[in-house]
């Protein structure tokens, strides 16, 4: 039995991949002062392509066999780095407060939840229902007294913050779909290429092409490469194809609380008590869809 096929492995691997994605949020807020969003995401995935791809060739990773199957890959890339990361990134830049962007994106378990039936022929069980809309009470009571006044909503921002959330929710089903047979190192890297060729495109009309090569900078940006678009999208890629899409997708509503939880211990944001159960409420959310049945 291979690790990843461990039990074991099924029940830490989504916690592990929570805290790690978790992070971002943190590194992002270390970076962006440094370089505009598109510039910062262009950035990050040409040095994860730079590391990642002696490493495949030293493995000799199976390449896709089509350009069929390629372009498969390519498409879930873009949906999941270069759409859902670029819309929050760009969000958060045109002054949408990071706690509503984290609330609007953790819809996608009830998104994905309402699609999969009809996209994957996987059944949505009462049960899980349930755990859905209460991980969903519980990303709220984290997030939304943290939204403030309203300073910096704007109708762009919030449609932007969408388009992450639809972006990230399309990449998982379509990954599910067309690309659970991908060798995770070859089309990490596949991935990467297309989402940088996307993001790059973007950065060229929207923004200024300059990066101030601060320290904060670089281990922010050192972080986020080793820790996020190489640890963590891995992670995701082998928890997508051992697991339902509604149970993976799940998983998403502990990322804005754990975010909320960094930021109180490391920027001194407020947390308060609703926040810390909302936290509870949140997790108890996701153990109801992620049971067995």
Known sequence: MSATNHPAFGRIMPFVFVFLWSTGFVGAKFGLPYADPFVFLFVRFAIVILLMVPVVMLMKARWPSSWREASHIGTAGVLVHGIYLGGVFWAIDTGLPSGLAALIVGLQPVVTASVVGSLLGE??????????????????????????????????????????????????????????????????????????????????????????????????????????????????????????????????????????????????????????AGFGVAALGVALVIMKR
């Open 123 to 276: 059944r949505v069980s009462m049960r899980q229902w349930g755990g859905l809309v209460l991980g969903l009470v519980g990303v709220a009571l984290v997030l939304v007294p943290k939204i403030g006044d309203g300073i910096g909503i704007t109708p762009f921002g919030i449609g932007l913050a969408v388009m992450a959330l639809l972006g990230m929710t399309a990449g998982t089903l379509y990954q599910k779909r067309f690309c659970t047979g991908m060798d995770l190192m070859s089309g990490t890297v596949i991935q990467y290429v297309a989402a940088a060729a996307f993001v790059g495109v973007v950065a060229l009309f929207k923004d200024e092409l300059t990066v101030e090569w601060s320290m904060n900078f670089i281990l922010a940006m050192a972080w986020l490469v080793l820790v996020l678009s190489i640890g963590a999208i891995m992670l995701l890629m082998v928890l997508i194809k051992q697991g339902e899409a509604t149970r993976v997708a799940s998983m998403f509503y502990l990322v804005p609380p754990t975010a909320a939880f960094f930021a109180w211990v490391l920027f001194d944001e407020h947390l308060g008590a609703l926040g810390f």
